[in-house]
Antibody, heavy 118, light 109 residues
Framework: QVHLVESGGGLVKSGGSLRLSCAASGFTFSTYDMSWIRQAPGKGLEWVSYINSRGNIQHYADSVKGRFTTSRDNARNSMDLQMNSLTAEDTAVYYC???????????WGQGTLVTVSS | SYEVTQPPSVSVSPGQTAKIFCSGDAFPNQYGYWYQQKPGQAPILVIYKDNKRPSGIPERFSGSSSGTTLTLTISGVQAEDEADYYCQSTDGSGSYRAVFGGGTKLTVL
């Protein structure tokens, strides 16, 4: 059974940094691409970043490019999202999700809340 | 930038059929996907690659695509189907750019 657990969320001041982690289990992590998707309070879903199974290809939404970096450790079945230069617009629940075929996600974690105070 | 558009709300009585439409210029060439999200919960995938249903999703959920319109159909709607539904696609540029619609609130009257 696929299980994804995010951690690292919390309250941070504008301009600060935060590192989120996603722990994966129940599937062969090293063979799947992964994504981060966020949801601002009361708003819709926004794709944030993608990383391929080997970790050597990443893509980012324009809204976070240059500020966020995604990485993974296949030996530890984990994925991280390093978030720098945070602004209030980055306040959201951040979900990690499994990507089975480069264009959608089929399993989501429960999310971790990031709150950026201005 | 590429966008997909869906209505903000749809209402239906129990037992009736609900249809949620999603419009996007890339749909003739790109697959569409649907996610269901209930309050306080993470989204779940209910339809992938236009019309395929993941295991565990009830048969009353179906999907179709025609031209620039993706459609989610819920036949015999039940109270438990009340949720937000999001369509999703990619822009077809070859560089990963998942795009979500703004979400449709399905209300079961």
């Amino acid at each position: 059974q696929v299980h994804l657990v995010e951690s690292g969320g919390g309250l941070v001041k504008s301009g600060g940094s935060l590192r989120l982690s996603c722990a994966a289990s129940g599937f062969t992590f090293s063979t799947y691409d992964m994504s981060w998707i966020r949801q601002a309070p009361g708003k819709g879903l926004e794709w944030v970043s993608y990383i391929n199974s080997r970790g050597n290809i990443q893509h980012y939404a324009d809204s976070v490019k240059g500020r966020f970096t995604t990485s993974r450790d296949n030996a530890r079945n984990s994925m991280d999202l390093q978030m720098n230069s945070l602004t209030a617009e980055d306040t959201a629940v951040y979900y990690c999700a499994r990507d089975p075929s480069y264009d959608y996600v089929d399993h989501w974690g429960q999310g971790t809340l990031v709150t950026v105070s201005s | 930038s590429y966008e997909v558009t869906q209505p903000p709300s749809v209402s239906v009585s129990p037992g009736q059929t609900a249809k949620i439409f999603c419009s996007g210029d890339a749909f003739p060439n790109q697959y569409g996907y649907w996610y269901q999200q209930k309050p306080g919960q993470a989204p779940i995938l209910v339809i992938y690659k236009d019309n395929k249903r993941p295991s565990g999703i009830p048969e009353r959920f179906s999907g179709s695509s025609s031209g620039t319109t993706l459609t989610l159909t819920i036949s015999g709607v039940q109270a438990e189907d009340e949720a937000d539904y999001y369509c999703q696609s990619t822009d077809g540029s070859g560089s990963y750019r998942a795009v979500f619609g703004g979400g449709t609130k399905l209300t079961v009257l």
